[in-house]
T-cell receptor, first 115, second 116 residues
Framework: EAQVTQNPRYLITVTGKKLTVTCSQN?????MSWYRQDPGLGLRQIYY???????DKGDVPEGYKVSRKEKRNFPLILESPSPNQTSLYFC??????????????FGNGTRLTVT | AQTVTQSQPEMSVQEAETVTLSCTYD???????LFWYKQPPSRQMILVIR??????QNATENRFSVNFQKAAKSFSLKISDSQLGDTAMYFC?????????????FGKGTKLTVNP
């Protein structure tokens, strides 16, 4: 089954403790991206990657890192999480960017709470 | 920068009736892509319908259709014969066609409740 898999689904952590949210897709997609969803703000892009070893900032990259060493994986790293990073995170992928014939496929989300 | 506005934070409709969700956007591009995503309580993001701007014909997917008004920069979603399973948050989203379309710009969402 074609899918984007995120783990974990829920995560509670404390301020400053490094964490990684994993994302993997099995559709051989070139493009992958991370979004965060906050009430009243919709979804905002954190980082994206157009291909292996190619990553770039989205609208809200502060406090996050990503890497794209393999085509299928695109982990999101919070090296020193803070409470303002408490949010619902989505990984998404598409064949090539976001176009009519290349819509985004989303993972099931990771609910992160930083205390 | 492109922006997407959903002016209705919440809406409700009776089962079997029709409801229309509004979306407007701002862009200087001539071709672009528009999407509606549904997010049920399971929080999964599900693509409902999509439209390419240079295609004037309104998209339709079963009970879901759009009213795309390019000049007015409007992209409303109509849900016919509403079902309880349509209860969800709905997001309108925009993607430009220039520069490789690196992201979707989302509206803030409309929470739709279908009442029995």
């Amino acid at each position: 089954e074609a899918q984007v898999t995120q783990n974990p689904r829920y995560l509670i952590t404390v301020t400053g403790k490094k964490l990684t949210v994993t994302c993997s897709q099995n559709m051989n997609h070139e493009y992958m991206s991370w979004y965060r969803q906050d009430p009243g703000l919709g979804l905002r892009q954190i980082y994206y990657s157009m291909n292996v070893e190619v990553t770039d900032k989205g609208d809200v990259p502060e406090g996050y890192k990503v890497s794209r060493k393999e085509k299928r994986n695109f982990p999101l790293i919070l090296e020193s999480p803070s409470p303002n990073q408490t949010s619902l995170y989505f990984c998404a992928s598409s064949l090539e960017g976001v176009r009519y014939n290349s819509p985004l496929h989303f993972g099931n989300g990771t609910r992160l709470t930083v205390t | 920068a492109q922006t997407v506005t959903q002016s209705q934070p919440e809406m409700s409709v009776q089962e079997a009736e029709t409801v229309t969700l509004s979306c407007t956007y701002d862009t200087s591009e001539s071709n672009y892509y528009l999407f509606w995503y549904k997010q049920p309580p399971s929080r999964q993001m599900i693509l409902v319908i999509r439209q390419e701007a240079y295609k004037q014909q309104n998209a339709t997917e079963n009970r879901f259709s759009v009213n795309f008004q390019k000049a007015a920069k409007s992209f409303s979603l109509k849900i016919s014969d509403s079902q309880l399973g349509d209860t969800a948050m709905y997001f309108c989203a925009f993607s430009g066609s220039q520069g490789g379309s690196e992201k979707l710009v989302f509206g803030k969402g409309t929470k739709l409740t279908v009442n029995p």
